[in-house]
């Protein structure tokens, strides 16, 4: 979201969004149906779902860590950490 900086209203990042959104159901209908026409016959099957397989193993492992991320942001931004650690 670097381009959030730059726009004056939320407008851009609503735009932004948007087109990030599209894209990104574009290519994950486009390559696998690149992949299976490029692919040799015997690894057509695999290849395309192999595609699928690395967006699941990317959720897989981002699930977490963004869980994670989000509630120690959770804890700093309600004041936990502060009673919590005094200084």
């Given at each position: ?40 016959t015997r ?45």
């Amino acid at each position: 979201m670097g381009g959030a900086k730059l726009g004056p209203t939320y407008t851009l990042i609503i735009i932004g969004r948007f087109v990030v959104g599209v894209y990104s159901g574009l290519a994950s209908a486009l390559v696998p149906m690149y992949v299976g026409e490029i692919a040799p016959t015997r690894l057509r099957g695999a290849l395309g779902a192999l595609h699928q397989l690395g967006i699941v193993c990317g959720i897989l492992v981002a699930q977490p860590l963004l869980v994670t991320l989000a509630l120690q942001l959770a804890q700093q931004l309600s004041g936990i950490n502060a009673v919590s650690h005094p200084n």
